[in-house]
């Protein structure tokens, strides 16, 4: 544990100038996304949760957590997210920074931007003022999720994007947009979008496959194919890449040890387990809502939202037709109904999660004491920007615009059926 002098220096040197510049005062240790990467890779077979704070429960139940288990975190939020959901990528950072103080939370911990969606070049001349205004906000990473194109036009929105990132700053990519058992991500897509951001001076701290996930509620039995991720992460060792695991929710327990434990992933995100539990949802171990006879959710009495607001929260998505995963949208409509609720019930709504988060940051996620690693690794570089793990090694020569759109039509990748497959 560091003592007050060395957390001094950590608050000094160790939060990147946004932060400095957006919480000036602030004590907590908000950091780059490299950070906690770097954290992981030091312990070996760990990996932390991506905690998507689709509301401030969620929030502080995930922040006391990981300072319960010594864990280096990240809080997310999708920009889709930011549809349904009170919490955005432009007040994320003011929700974390917060509670860090209020909790008096010392672990470090990132804003990650996760699933910043490029669906069409059209998208990338507002991403050009967009980014830095979240950047400016306080998020200190981001994943770039130009998926949904075509894998040159995936490559190429990367490349296009990157100089209106900060250097410092924790950056995941993503191949294969995230559909289940269909459009699985092979070698051959993830290698050609690395090799290509490679050659063009850009090394990712993660990339995210479609490895046989899905957004919300995993029902199938399916979910992570851990072979299938091992030999692309083997395959992708040379550019000292870290593996995103995304649509961790409903994923066995051993299924998430395995990918800790034989993968290179260090960041795995979860949503809707989170949500729901932060509501009262009756959940298995790894987080998938247990429905009843008639397919609705069991609420728990004890737990999560009181049992009037519970009714008003199915009546509302009866309503609308929102089934299983789509409760999601329930959560703008009723935060401020969810923050009127009595302290008690706040309290145990946090509660929930934090239990919940700490038992997978420590029995299943084997992060325990990366907190620790996170501020050694700080104090070792004597910034907060830690720099990149990999090097050039591709000809840019080769990688040419040109050259892009030509080697991506040898590329012979199923990218499984169209449709809105959005966080």
């Known amino acids: 544990m560091a003592t007050n002098a060395e957390y001094d220096r950590l608050i000094d040197i160790g939060r990147p100038p946004n932060i400095k510049k957006r919480f000036p005062h602030s004590r907590a240790l908000l950091v780059s996304g490299k950070v906690i990467d770097r954290a992981m890779t ?12 689709r509301n401030s429960f969620i929030i502080r139940g995930a922040l006391a957590a990981a300072q319960r288990a010594d864990a280096a975190i990240i809080i997310e939020i999708a920009r889709s ?6 919490v955005n990528g432009y007040n994320i950072a003011m ?19 996760d699933h910043y969606g490029i669906k069409s070049e059209a998208d990338l001349h507002f991403a050009k003022s967009d980014i830095p205004g979240m950047f400016d906000a306080g998020i200190t990473s981001i994943a770039v999720d130009a998926s949904h194109m075509a894998d040159d036009l995936n490559l190429l929105a990367n490349i296009d994007i990157n100089p209106f990132i900060p250097a410092w700053a924790g950056l995941e990519t993503e191949v294969g ?14 290698s050609f979008l690395i090799k290509g951001l490679n050659a063009h001076g850009i090394f ?8 046989g996930t899905t957004h919300g509620l995993e029902a199938s039995g399916q979910g992570i194919q851990v072979e299938l991720t091992a030999a692309i992460h083997e395959a992708l060792a040379p550019y ?7 649509g961790t929710s409903g994923n066995n327990s051993e299924k998430l040890r395995a990918i800790a434990a034989r993968t290179h992933t260090t960041k795995a995100n979860v949503a809707t387990a989170l949500q729901m539990v932060s509501w009262g949802v009756e959940v298995n171990d790894f987080g998938n809502a247990i429905l009843d006879a008639d397919g609705n959710f069991i609420k728990l009495p004890d737990q999560g939202v009181t049992e009037e607001v519970w009714a008003k929260m199915t009546a509302h998505a009866a309503k609308n037709g929102w089934k299983g995963g789509n409760y999601k949208n329930l959560n703008l409509p009723f935060e401020n109904l ?5 302290p008690e019930v706040r309290q145990r709504m946090c509660k929930g999660v934090e239990d919940f988060v700490y038992k997978i940051l420590v029995e299943v996620f084997n992060a325990a004491g990366t907190a620790t690693l996170a501020k050694e690794a700080i104090l070792a570089a004597g910034s907060h920007d830690l720099g990149a793990k990999g090097r050039t090694v591709e000809d840019p020569a080769a990688w040419t615009r040109e050259k892009i759109v030509a080697r991506a039509k040898t590329l012979n990748s199923d990218k499984g059926p169209e449709g809105d497959f959005d966080d």
Do not use: F, R
């Open 81 to 86: 997210e930011g549809n349904y959901c009170p």
């Open 240 to 246: 000292c890449i870290s593996g995103a695991q995304h």
């Open 177 to 190: 947009e995230i559909k289940g058992d269909q459009g699985l991500s092979t070698v051959e897509d993830a």
């Open 338 to 342: 969810l923050l009127s609720q009595p």
């Open 204 to 211: 990712p701290d993660w990339i995210a496959l479609n490895n």
């Open 42 to 53: 030091a312990k070996g077979g760990a990996m932390t949760i991506a905690a998507n704070g």
């Open 95 to 113: 929700y974390v920074d917060t509670l860090c103080n209020e909790l008096g939370i010392t672990v470090p911990v990132a804003i990650h931007a």
